[in-house]
């Protein structure tokens, strides 16, 4: 079992970096009745769950090194950069649109929606980063400090990008 997980356990970071892309295959799916993009969410959110927590046991089962593990959250960071900054700009959109009245009670909601799905998305792609510094703490070889440093800057937006690359820089340092 231990070998089959260690040639998969890189895939699933791969598949947590391009997951987010793929919803805007909801922007081009064709639908007249809005039943397709019903089904579209629909399905979406449940693979994307399962995603998510296959990604976060992946993290927390890792077989590789800490700097790999590291590495993995830097990139899918990284490379999450322009979903984010779209996603950014769709809120800052809701919110020009709410001079239309019926825009006034929806944006915020769609603002509130985008914000909890990107949350959601950086904590479990900060699972890897976070994994990598409960290892290095456990060893030895990041102090206290410097470890609440990273645990707290991997839950807060665009720090925890800056986090993400000052602890692969750290671990690549120490190993």
Not at 150 to 156: A, D, K
Request: hydrophobic residues 55%; positive net charge.
């Amino acid at each position: 079992m231990e070998k089959y997980m260690r040639k998969y356990e890189k895939v699933f970071p791969v598949i947590l970096t391009i997951w987010p892309y793929l919803f805007f295959l909801f922007l081009i799916v064709p639908d007249q009745t809005g039943k397709n993009h019903v089904m579209f969410l629909v399905i979406y959110t449940i693979v994307t769950i399962i995603i998510y927590g296959f990604n976060i046991w992946n993290a927390f089962s890792f077989q590789g090194t800490e700097e790999k593990l590291s590495f993995c959250g830097m990139m899918v960071k990284l490379l999450h950069i322009p979903f984010y900054l779209a996603g950014f700009a769709a809120g800052i959109l809701c919110l020009f649109v709410m001079v239309v009245p019926a825009f006034l009670l929806i944006s915020p909601i769609l603002i509130l929606i985008l914000t909890a799905a990107e949350f959601l998305l950086m904590i479990v792609s900060s699972s890897y980063g976070i994994c990598a510094v409960l290892r290095m703490r456990k060893k030895q070889k990041l102090s206290t400090a410097s470890a609440a440093v990273y645990l707290i800057t991997h839950c807060i937006f665009a720090a925890d990008v800056i986090s993400s690359v000052c602890l692969y820089r750290k671990i690549k340092n120490v190993s």
